[in-house]
């Protein structure tokens, strides 16, 4: 007669949570976990960002669609498309948190407040 290990299966994972079938999680605690805050900014990403919008009613007027690159206040270079600006960030030794890829368009209004008036029957 076979023991109790070799009946037993091996765990199984639940993909879209990240668990073990046999781990139970109340929806609450998943509820949670999707709600938690949103990571920090790094401080270079946030610079480069800074920078860009600055220099963005400048850039559409002289490089419209085109790609720029920023590390913080430093203009790395303008390209067709990114990759080359990607590249050139790589090969100046830049990590993903030190710098920024944008495209130069006009940015999306801010979000606004909408009012709906209630439906006519």
């Not at 979000?111 to 008036?117: C, L, N, P, Q, V």
Request: glycine share 4%; hydrophobic share 35%; charged share 30%.
């Amino acid at each position: 007669m076979a023991s109790n290990e070799e009946n037993q299966h091996p765990p199984r994972t639940i993909p879209e949570a990240g668990l073990l079938a046999n781990e139970f999680v109340s929806s609450g605690e998943l509820s949670e976990q999707r709600q938690s805050p949103l990571p920090e900014v790094p401080p270079m990403i946030a610079a480069s960002l800074a920078a860009f919008r600055r220099a963005l009613p400048e850039l559409l007027q002289k490089r419209p669609e085109q790609w720029v690159a920023y590390h913080g206040e430093e203009c790395i270079g303008f390209a067709r498309d990114s990759f080359p600006l990607y590249r050139k960030c790589y090969e100046r030794g830049l990590k993903d948190n030190e710098f920024v890829v944008e495209c130069i368009v006009p940015e999306d209004p801010p979000d606004m407040d909408i009012e709906f008036s209630p439906e006519v029957e």
